[in-house]
């Protein structure tokens, strides 16, 4: 071939086509991460984009409960995990003096972080209001602020959390006892707002049993969010 009167080998034009063709291979390879566009990267291999593994909260075809996250096993703790030992509130009572954890401004927005991912859903932000959870169906639960958890002692709080009330679960299998603690003085933070609305108390406690084998596990760290 010859370009302005020079003659070019062939072997270097042949050559010149390879690396040309290797380069959009590799690049191409590399998803054209460089390419700068709106649309959805074009994917010749996936990476580690998509994975087969099971997400929070996904549903799983493997098991016949298709749950994809896994309950702990009966008669088990986590390592780290504690067991709450106590049934009824009274028990509670009578076995703890009062909340362990000095109150600080780092508790106080602990307890707001736990609390404003594990209640508020239910409860509100404000622990006054109801939530889309009444709205679809859910009973509605108590005003926090209002006289009946006013009255209760940090201990009957602590109870209430780790092993649930009437429909309520209990906590003691996803909140380390420090963070319960933490959430009780929150609660206590935000009985101090002005009342919204007084609520009924509820029916006497009647669900306790399942509570008494919750364990809590540093495993679920990761569901927390970093403050
Ligand atoms: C799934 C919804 C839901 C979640 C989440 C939830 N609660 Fe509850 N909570 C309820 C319901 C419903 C009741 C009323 C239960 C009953 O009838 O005794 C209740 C009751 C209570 C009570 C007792 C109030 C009283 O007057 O007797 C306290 C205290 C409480 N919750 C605190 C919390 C805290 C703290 C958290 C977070 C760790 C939490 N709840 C998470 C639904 C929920």
């Not at 780290?80 to 000095?102: C, D, F, Q, W």
């Not at 933070?189 to 809590?216: F, I, N, R």
Request: with cysteine.
């Amino acid at each position: 071939m010859k370009i302005n009167n020079r003659r070019i080998p062939i072997t270097l034009i042949l050559t010149a086509a390879v690396v040309v063709v290797v380069f959009i291979v590799l690049w191409a390879g590399n998803d054209f991460q460089a390419l700068r566009s709106t649309e959805p990267p074009i994917q010749i291999r996936y990476d580690m984009y998509y994975q087969s593994k099971s997400m929070a909260q996904e549903q799983s075809t493997f098991f016949a409960d298709r749950k994809a996250m896994r309950d702990h096993v009966p008669g088990t703790v986590p390592r780290n995990g504690t067991i709450y030992a106590y049934a009824t509130p009274e028990e509670a009572e009578a076995a703890i003096a009062g909340n362990p954890l000095a109150v600080s401004p780092a508790v106080l927005a602990r307890g707001e972080n736990r609390f404003n991912s594990f209640c508020a859903p239910c409860h509100s932000v404000t622990g006054q209001d109801t939530t889309e959870t009444v709205r679809r169906g859910l009973q509605k639960p108590p005003n926090l602020a209002a006289a009946n958890a006013k009255g209760y002692s940090d201990a009957r709080l602590f109870h209430v959390i780790s092993a649930g009330q009437n429909i309520m679960p209990g906590y003691a299998d996803k909140l380390k006892e420090e963070d319960r603690w933490a959430i009780v003085h929150y609660v206590r933070e935000l009985q101090k707002a002005p009342l919204k609305y007084a609520e009924a108390a509820p029916a006497a406690q009647d669900t306790t049993a399942a509570a008494a084998t919750g364990t809590a596990d540093s495993a679920n760290e990761s569901t927390e969010a970093v403050q």
